[in-house]
T-cell receptor, first 114, second 110 residues
Framework: EAEVAQSPRYKITEKSQAVAFWCDPISGHATLYWYRQILGQGPELLVQFQDESVVDDSQLPKDRFSAERLKGVDSTLKIQPAELGDSAMYLC????????????FGPGTRLTVT | LAKTTQPISMDSYEGQEVNITCSHNNIATNDYITWYQQFPSQGPRFIIQGYKTKVTNEVASLFIPADRKSSTLSLPRVSLSDTAVYYCLVGDNQGGKLIFGQGTELSVKP
């Protein structure tokens, strides 16, 4: 069964450093999502791509976060500079066009900012 | 976007049937009801989706009454491996964002 790939699985960084996460969605999935999940809470959508275009980044802290999906396939989420409050699980998901509610999630990247 | 309310936690024992009810009083005509399961340190996994009456797959059943203001996820004969957080979401496939609430933390005991 096809899966969403994410790397790294774990990342420890010091505050004020830059950090980047990578996601490779399921082949053929036009829609890609980045979520942040704080321990004990549900995932929160940060950004949604349709192919290479951003369709929703209303919850993305744009002063420090950026996301791109240049060729409409894999995607990178960057944080610069990282803050202590950014410690969380960062999840990537993908879905077929028009199937927003059936999303396939990757294993996530656990970020710890010290 | 319709808001959902579900119990914070539930306990069960192996072999029992577990029913998790979700309230969504403001569900819109075009909204579907979707449930996800999340194990610790993993991403959520789609379980089931329905619009009305009953939907069943190899994992669970979803019961939706006629007024659609609530729904019940039914897990038959749970095992220890069903210990997870279960999220109920409501919305359509056209617009808006997928909003996860706090979910229901199900603990299955031996």
């Amino acid at each position: 069964e096809a899966e969403v790939a994410q790397s790294p699985r774990y990342k420890i960084t010091e505050k004020s450093q830059a950090v980047a996460f990578w996601c490779d969605p399921i082949s053929g999935h036009a829609t890609l999502y980045w979520y942040r999940q704080i321990l004990g809470q549900g995932p929160e959508l940060l950004v949604q791509f349709q192919d290479e275009s951003v369709v929703d980044d209303s919850q993305l802290p744009k002063d420090r976060f950026s996301a791109e999906r240049l060729k409409g396939v894999d995607s990178t989420l960057k944080i610069q500079p990282a803050e202590l409050g950014d410690s969380a699980m960062y999840l990537c998901a993908s879905s077929l066009d028009g199937e927003r509610y059936e999303q396939y999630f990757g294993p996530g990247t656990r970020l710890t900012v010290t | 976007l319709a808001k959902t309310t579900q119990p914070i936690s539930m306990d069960s024992y192996e072999g029992q049937e577990v029913n998790i009810t979700c309230s969504h009083n403001n569900i819109a005509t075009n909204d579907y009801i979707t449930w996800y399961q999340q194990f610790p340190s993993q991403g959520p996994r789609f379980i089931i989706q329905g619009y009305k009456t009953k939907v069943t797959n190899e994992v669970a059943s979803l019961f939706i009454p006629a007024d659609r203001k609530s729904s019940t996820l039914s897990l038959p004969r749970v095992s220890l491996s069903d210990t997870a957080v279960y999220y109920c979401l409501v919305g359509d496939n056209q617009g808006g964002k997928l909003i996860f609430g706090q979910g229901t933390e199900l603990s299955v005991k031996p």
